[in-house]
Nanobody, 124 residues
Framework: QVQLVESGGGLVQAGGSLRLSCAAS????????MGWFRQAPGKEREFVAG????????NYADSMKGRFTISRDVAKNTVYLQMNSLKPEDTAVYYC?????????????????WGQGTQVTVSS
């Protein structure tokens, strides 16, 4: 079992920045990847970014490239999502996800564990 706890969401003006954190605990050893997804009201949950735990390779949704950066701190078992130049359309609940396996995947059902989500609201 893996537990994920997100933090760092909040209200920010358009053009601003936020950094989300996700602390993982439990059976996190071995080859794994972690990702961020988001879900806006009335929309499906979508992939934002992912990082492989060993090696640190990253993968981003096209619309987030250049604005969002995912990183991980292996010693702290924590993954971060730095979000810059935020837009109102970035408003969503952001979820951290964990999967066993070395490659970043972009679909929900390939992740084994999920956090509770953290709200990000970008005002215009």
């Amino acid at each position: 079992q893996v537990q994920l706890v997100e933090s760092g969401g909040g209200l920010v003006q358009a053009g601003g920045s936020l950094r989300l954190s996700c602390a993982a605990s439990g059976r996190t050893f071995g080859s794994c990847t972690m990702g961020w997804f988001r879900q806006a009201p009335g929309k499906e949950r979508e992939f934002v970014a992912g990082v492989s735990w060993i090696g640190g390779s990253t993968n981003y949704a096209d619309s987030m490239k250049g604005r969002f950066t995912i990183s991980r701190d292996v010693a702290k078992n924590t993954v971060y999502l730095q979000m810059n130049s935020l837009k109102p359309e970035d408003t969503a609940v952001y979820y951290c996800a964990f999967r066993y396996g070395s490659s970043v995947r972009r679909t929900n059902d390939e992740y084994n564990f999920w956090g509770q989500g953290t709200q990000v609201t970008v005002s215009s």
